[in-house]
């Protein structure tokens, strides 16, 4: 069996002692080992702070944009290859695994045109100002990069998407990275990484990654390092809780559990509605549910709930489970054994809470070309809670497949409250077109969530499902999403760089900051 | 002796039980009481959710801004009064109280008139963009405020404009607060709120004051709520460190420890070396010391140093101590029996660190019309540390009264890295006159700053003092500083609200967002 090397200092290592297996889900086969034992990741930082931070910074965002650019091609040369090293590790569908794959290539593509856009500058300046009477001193405020490494740690569903997102930004920033997968995923980021530094594109300590565990290096980070996390709301808080990371105002980001909804307003058109069915079935089933952005709470006007339940019923019949390397299947397994296991546990959850199962099994999918009992799979889900408001396990625990709990409400200030329950979310998506009552929907929603998609009859055929983040709008959200705020174009930069206000006499502080 | 009321839920209350005492400075008399005993501070939270968020949100900018302007007029007018609550409760010179009540009411100006330009909006929206191939699918990212409440926690050291810098972004961003001073100078700031109350202007809710303990209300801070500190690093950790805060994502805001840095460039101009020395007396001793942005490291270029040395003596020679309330005195004592220990045990440790004492005395000053026994005096002291490479107490201990320490350094690049031994500040102040090397030090310093102020020939007549918080650049600093960012104009709005991407119809979200 193969063990995964980390790229670290400029060269792949491989980790000694007890290592972690990691499994294909589809067969439940163990394929790779992977750990870090023996390896110096205090070394790694150095070398990051040494030698990646230095050489970032020495390039304008152009230059650094062209190397996102050359790890976006690299990424989609190998695109057939990847594709089955995803398939292998993730049990991901191949249209599931061109999801993550190429959402990686993508979002590099985009931010080495963001980079581009940015040209010839090392740093970004905001319009100066007069700041006294006297013309001549005026204050600019300016962007530079952080002086230390940005710590990225990924979520076990996105092995590419989430390696190449974060460090997109924080690149372009100019800050270096060491990039973290989830273990038992790690097989698509390794041979994603393996791709990227055969470009030899990349400048020396600018990118590292680290197959298995983190050791103490999270403790080791100071005041001008950056911690981006993805994961459970629990590491996430733990993360954020560390001592040094307290004391030293280390900046974490954190992604985490969200409980996003979708509402389909009373009025919508006949277009709208198939939108918000198309979505809402997408969001469920995609990845085996297993996106931080799918769909968890479906919220419908109180007479139109038992049409929506038969109509989503027939689209999750639709949902043929087994080998994701079968043309014929359309859901593969989750990802881990501990995965399935807390999906099932999760919907009893939500059942003993005030839900009940209106479809599908999440015990006993029948499943196509695989063993069931072999392989990590699931069924999808319909839940439904008719008294939405003492549901509070439909609202508060996030159940991480596919399954989504279907609820009525009266009127919009109610739904807008029963959204909030969910205390904080990455996106909710609504479908109407009353223009009065959407407005309601988005700007109640808007305060606790970091995007609102909105469906309507003019946008049916050209808008994007809200499961899908584009790297042009921020992804994040409040509360038990984290706090954070990724991606949004130049806005996500500046988690990577400290703003200064620089003071003093206008002609020279031109010059100075160009 | 009088009992300070807090003002909760539209009245004024007094709490009962143990109560803690406020003196005078000047003599160590006792002059007041305060406390929070008895006092339910979870209904005071809610009465801001209830009532405060709603009027607030339900107002525009412009109107926000009218109430702002209406609390600037009020401590405006009532400027005299409050004068002497300062001198009697913070023993402040006449020049010292103004600075802190004319920036109260400075900055509320200030920020009526960011509210004026917003006019008639209650959202700030981004520049909308096209997100797909389609040309009507749009995204806008649009800012709107928390549903929850802002707690403001400030220091002693400003008790009228941290009441007023930091309500001002908050109320004008559309969220209620509730303010808490520090107990032991809280006199000041319950006289502004007796001001700002009778005003009527403020809606019901929106602006409650705590005189005392906040006993657990932090501990019930959730996903909308925002937390502002400004004090000592150790309450920051602890404050961010809370189970609930971590937990729940709430916002937390630090301003902490500055070992702040002024850097004479070896260039500079007779005007430029002028109008450092004015800055640097001016910031070792202006409110005897007791600003977080105040000048605690002096570097200069090595064949300067004894020349400098001598003309900061000569001018701190001036500074008289003494009852602030005579008007030959120019330094009152320090705020408390026990920021005074704090001041000479600072200065202690900082000369077991390398540095010695060049002039004055921490523990024995000369004072004018007061027991330099009873009340809490301490002279202006320079220290000076030949080796600063090795005086680690003076990169990383701030000592909180009227001192600095004076350095030798050989390169701009040397300098930079020892200002940046402070582990990240508020300000940084650089005089010089060669851009090439001032371009070298703005750069280097940025990523360790919230701000560097230039003095150059150009601006010495006209530029600001380096401790002076003008409204309109951002304050705050990494690391030691605490990671956080406040004012800034329009930028501090973004802490008290929530950035939302919205997607849909472009014609929609131009109706709804405007």
Chains 1, 2 share one sequence.
């Not at 055929?461 to 954070?484: E, K, M, N, T």
């Amino acid at each position: 069996m193969i063990t995964l090397k980390s790229y670290l200092r400029g060269e792949w290592v491989e980790g000694r002692g007890e290592l972690a297996t990691l499994f294909n889900p589809t067969t439940g086969e163990p394929i790779a080992k992977a750990g870090t034992g023996g390896i110096d990741l205090k070394a790694a930082l150095e070398h990051a702070r040494a030698e990646g931070g230095p050489a970032l910074r020495a390039m304008t965002f152009a230059e650094r944009g062209a190397v996102l650019k050359a790890m976006s091609k690299a990424i989609h040369e190998a695109r057939e290859e990847l594709i089955e090293a995803s398939i292998l590790n993730g049990g991901t569908t191949r249209s599931d695994a061109k999801f993550d794959i190429d959402g990686a290539s993508g979002t590099l593509a985009y931010y080495a045109s963001v980079g581009k856009q940015l040209g010839d500058k090392k740093t970004i300046v905001e319009e100066p100002e007069q700041l006294g009477r006297g013309a001549r001193f005026f204050g600019a405020h300016v962007w530079v990069p952080l002086r230390g490494v940005a710590v990225h740690v990924n979520a076990f569903n996105f092995p590419a998407w989430g390696l190449a997102e974060k460090a997109a930004v924080a690149l372009l920033a100019g800050v270096p990275v060491i990039s973290k997968p989830a273990t038992a995923t790690a097989l698509l980021t390794v041979r994603v990484m393996e791709k990227i530094v055969a470009t030899g594109a990349v400048p020396r300590g600018a990118l590292q990654l680290v197959a298995g565990s983190t050791q103490d290096l999270l403790e080791q980070l100071g005041p001008q390092d950056a911690l981006a996390f993805t994961g459970s709301g629990d590491t996430g808080t733990k993360l954020r809780g560390l001592g040094n990371v307290l004391a030293r105002s280390t900046r974490v980001n954190v992604e985490a559990d969200s409980l996003n909804a979708a509402v389909l307003a009373p009025d919508a058109d006949d277009e709208t509605y198939a939108m918000f069915l198309r979505d809402v079935s997408k969001e469920m089933t995609q990845k085996s549910g297993q996106k931080c952005t799918a769909t968890r709470r479906i919220f419908v006007p109180r007479d139109a709930i038992d049409r929506v339940q038969s109509d989503l019923a027939e689209r999750l019949a639709d949902v043929k489970v087994g080998d994701p390397a079968l043309a014929e299947v359309t859901m593969g397994p989750l990802a881990t054994a501990q995965q399935r296991d807390d999906y099932r546990a999760g919907v009893a959850k939500l059942e003993a809470s005030g839900a009940r199962v209106v479809f599908g099994s999440a015990t006993e999918p029948d499943v196509i070309g695989a063993d069931a009992q072999k392989g990590y799979f699931v069924g999808p889900v319909l839940l439904r809670a008719d008294a939405p408001a003492t549901a509070n396990a439909v609202h508060e625990h996030e159940v991480f497949g596919p399954c989504a709990t279907l609820m009525p409400y009266e009127d919009a200030n109610e739904v807008v409250e029963l959204v909030a329950r969910g205390g904080g979310g990455l996106v909710a998506s609504v479908y109407g077109d009353d223009r009065e009552l959407l407005s309601t929907l988005i700007l109640g929603l808007a305060p606790h969530h970091g995007r609102v998609l909105v469906g309507s009859k003019k946008v049916a055929d050209q808008a994007i499902p809200p499961g899908l983040v584009l790297p042009s709008c921020v992804h994040g959200g409040p509360g038990r999403a984290g706090g954070g705020e990724e991606l949004g174009g130049e806005r996500g930069l500046r988690f990577y760089m400290q703003r200064c206000a620089v003071q003093g006499d206008r002609a020279l502080l031109d010059k100075i900051l160009g």
